[in-house]
């Protein structure tokens, strides 16, 4: 059989394509880590500090909640990271002195709980170790994950002071945290009182409520209806005052030892424990008669109930 000789047009040489030196793609994952060095190599940054000092702008400040030194970055990081420094480079842009001094948070659990793993990998326990060196070990573990950190956001091209961040574990911010505390005392602002505190029994410590995770529960909700037991004083009239006599008075105070009030809880678990029953002063209340009920129904008719006006 003859062979197909027959040979498909190469399309390309049919266009009119431009020729450039300029390379197709932009390569930035080779050119930015040049762009980087380049900007650390003229003092990007110490140039903008030393013309505003030449120049007195209006400083700007942006207070940026640090990042926890343990990990690596994530997304959340970096969107975190990039906003806020498009607002200091258009800050800076706008003629302000816009420095940016970043930082961050080296105290908490997480930290001590590496170690603790690290411990238990080597089968040492945590409480035969010094309390010192424990600690000596956390800020090291610390340090390197800030160092990680440090260069991953300056990958990310954000601008600012890197070479002296602050950190909470320093110990002039240990220092100034001790100063504060005592002008509390020194002004006799600071007092010992009580109050529920979640506690960790394995770690020995308190824990703030962002550490707590709470498992879900589905739970029944119930409507509970209480019988009266005093309700004489607790007549106010809040409309026809004036035709609201001693005498009604006693006839609905009569009527009201023989009502219900009815709640609606998400916990029943603590009705045993229930003393009272709050009712808003802002909200008026009424007494009402149940005068017809559907079948499998709660309640009868002539049941007397105490319901908001605007519910009956």
């Known amino acids: 059989m003859p062979s197909d000789t027959t040979q498909k047009p190469d399309y390309k040489d ?23 060095e380049r900007w650390e190599k003229i ?24 990042p926890y030194a343990n990990g690596h970055l994530h997304i959340g990081h970096a969107l975190n990271k990039v906003l806020k420094d498009m607002v200091v480079r258009s800050q800076q842009m706008m003629g302000r002195d816009a420095r940016y001094i970043p930082g961050w948070d080296c105290h908490g659990l997480p930290i001590e709980w590496k170690i603790e ?13 010094p309390i ?10 610390a340090e390197g994950w800030i160092d990680v950190q440090r260069a991953e956001f300056q990958r990310l091209g954000v601008t600012g ?20 505390f005592m002008k509390f005392l020194m002004t006799g602002t600071l007092y010992q009182g ?16 962002a550490e707590i995770e709470y498992h879900d529960h589905q739970s029944h909700t119930i ?34 030892h023989e009502a219900r009030v009815v709640i609606w809880t998400t916990t029943p678990w603590t009705i045993p424990s229930n003393k009272a029953i709050a009712y808003n002063p802002e909200i ?29």
């Not at 010192?132 to 573990?141: G, L, S, T």
């Not at 002071?161 to 945290?177: C, G, L, Q, S």
């Open 14 to 36: 049919t266009l009119n394509l431009p020729e450039t030196d300029f390379p197709m793609r932009a390569g930035l994952p080779q050119r930015e880590p040049k762009w980087l």
């Open 43 to 66: 003092g990007v940054y110490q140039r903008l500090r030393a013309k505003a000092e030449a120049t007195p702008r209006v400083p700007f400040t942006l207070h940026d909640g640090p």
């Open 117 to 129: 793993e690290a411990y238990r990998a080597k089968g040492r326990n945590k409480d035969d170790v």
């Open 132 to 141: 010192v060196d424990f600690r000596q070990e956390c800020r090291r573990f």
């Open 161 to 180: 002071n890197w070479e002296n961040p602050y950190k909470t574990m320093d110990f002039h911010a240990e220092r100034v945290i001790a100063e504060e």
């Open 194 to 209: 009580s109050k529920p505190v979640m506690w960790s029994p394995v770690e020995k410590t308190a824990l703030a409520e």
């Open 223 to 256: 409507w509970v209806a209480f019988p009266v037991r005093r309700g004489g004083n607790a007549i106010m009239p809040t409309e026809d005052a004036d035709e609201f006599d001693d005498a009604n008075q006693a006839i609905l105070a009569d009527q009201l």
């Open 284 to 312: 008026s209340y009424g007494l009402f008669r149940v005068d017809a009920t559907q079948d499998e129904s709660w309640t009868a008719p002539g049941d007397l109930y105490v319901i908001a006006n605007r519910l009956a």
